[in-house]
């Protein structure tokens, strides 16, 4: 059965297109701001979204929540990655870290699915540094300004890696897998 990725953001579902097709599942994209919570626990914001979502729609819906979390900034921008992308944007994180040496951070994701009987909660996480310049052209977001731990490209200059190894692939593997036993 088709399932619907509810996002307003194309990176995403392009990303998950990717995976879903590998794997011989069909995706669709329910293009839709997601309504979602004040709250720090990515798990209940997932799951508030994706019940609505399953609300309007109807059909099986899984969101994604997934955010960058900077160790020497005390996780910021975490659970406002999106607005500090708009506002300070990429270069506005360089210069917060300027002259700082531990550079180390976190992807987390978190996607949330929902059918008729069934409510389930993946999560997936990847490590790694912040550049000191922006480097690439690809990804979206802070894709440029991301070494995943163990390379020399970011994400932004090597998509084949993310859409392999990323916090995003990681919880949707898990995602796939299950709906793979669902069929
Ligand atoms: P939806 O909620 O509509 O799915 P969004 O863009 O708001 O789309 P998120 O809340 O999951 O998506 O992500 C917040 C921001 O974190 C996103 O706008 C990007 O700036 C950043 N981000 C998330 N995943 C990323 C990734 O894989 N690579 C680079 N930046 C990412």
Redesign the pocket.
Known sequence: MKTHF????P??FK?AKMLFNKNNLELEHYN???L?IQTDNVEELALY?VRHAFKALNKPVF??????FIKSLKDF?GVY??H??YTIGLEGILKLLEGVEDRSAE?R?VVAYKDAENEKVFKGVCRGNITSQVRGRD?????PI?LPQGKNKT?AEDLIT?TDL???AQALKQLVDYLKLQA
Do not use: M, Q, W
């Open positions: 509810a996002t307003s953001n990176g995403k990303e839709v701001d997601l979602e979204s969101v994604e929540d997934a955010g960058i921008p990655s999106k500090a992308c992807f994701a990804g979206f977001g802070y894709d991301f994400y993310k990323s916090h995003r």
